[in-house]
């Protein structure tokens, strides 16, 4: 399983890129907006830090426009993933880029239907947003399962399923026992994917009986 980080904040990239697990980073419009920075500028100092698919969204409506947008995004460097919306006009835009080699995430996926339909325009990743149909009421983690059987029945089929809009640790979780290819990961539920009370407390009972080994008479450590 592939981990990518879900952010446009390269402080956190470093601070999560040095663990050595991250395998890609996705941005959206929202988070480039939230950085506060230039849009080409993060994306170039992002595929510096880590050496794997970095998306960067178009927004461009139309087929035309997104690969006019993706041309010179895709120029920045060779592991920029353009990322397309999941409608007609993006499938049509996800065809061309990968006819060209260009490396295509397709967002904003919510039914199989569509998962199915950006595999078939030739989609690198296709993006499920889990967080936001749990949101719903409905069970995110559903669509993922759903995928990846369907996918599995078609050797045909090489679109990546990168588990998006995740909320929780849980949702990571779930992710893995799917087999999902990836799953991208806001920064601070790394914070707790990494965390465990036994894992702290089983470390201070190992430092303490190593203290007082060394601190015992006769004991040489
Ligand atoms: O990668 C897409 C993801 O960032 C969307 O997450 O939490 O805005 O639904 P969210």
């Known amino acids: 399983m592939q981990i990518f980080l879900d952010t446009a904040e390269v402080d956190d990239i470093r601070t999560y890129a040095a663990w050595g697990v991250i395998d890609?980073?996705?941005?959206?419009?929202?988070?480039?907006?939230k950085s506060g920075r230039v849009f080409e500028e993060v994306i170039a100092e992002i595929c510096e830090i880590v050496d794997g698919p970095i998306s960067a969204e178009v927004t461009a409506l139309d087929a035309e426009g997104?690969?006019?947008?993706?041309?010179?995004?895709?120029?920045?460097?060779?592991?920029?993933?353009?990322?397309?919306?999941?409608?007609?006009?993006?499938?049509?835009?996800?065809?061309?880029l990968s006819g060209r080699g260009i490396k295509t995430n397709v967002t904003l996926c919510f039914s199989l239907n569509q998962a199915v339909l950006a595999a078939k325009a030739g989609a690198t990743f296709v993006s499920?947003?889990?967080?936001?149909l749990d949101d719903r009421g409905e069970r995110g983690m559903e669509l993922i399962e759903e995928i990846v059987h369907a996918y599995e029945q078609y050797p045909e089929f090489h679109t990546q399923v990168l588990v998006a809009s995740v909320r929780n640790a849980d949702h990571v979780r779930q992710a893995a026992l799917a087999g999902a290819d990836i799953a991208t990961i806001p920064p601070k539920i790394m914070d707790k994917m990494v965390k465990h009370d036994l894992t702290d407390s089983g470390l201070a009972?190992?430092?303490?009986?190593?203290?007082?080994?060394?601190?015992?008479?006769?004991v040489a450590l």
């Open 66 to 96: 997104m690969v006019a947008q993706a041309e010179p995004l895709a120029a920045i460097h060779p592991n920029v993933t353009i990322k397309v919306p999941l409608i007609p006009e993006g499938l049509k835009a996800t065809k061309v």
């Open 128 to 132: 499920p947003f889990i967080g936001r």
């Open 24 to 33: 890609g980073v996705t941005t959206n419009p929202s988070l480039i907006a």
């Open 205 to 218: 009972a190992f430092l303490a009986d190593w203290e007082s080994a060394k601190t015992a008479e006769g």
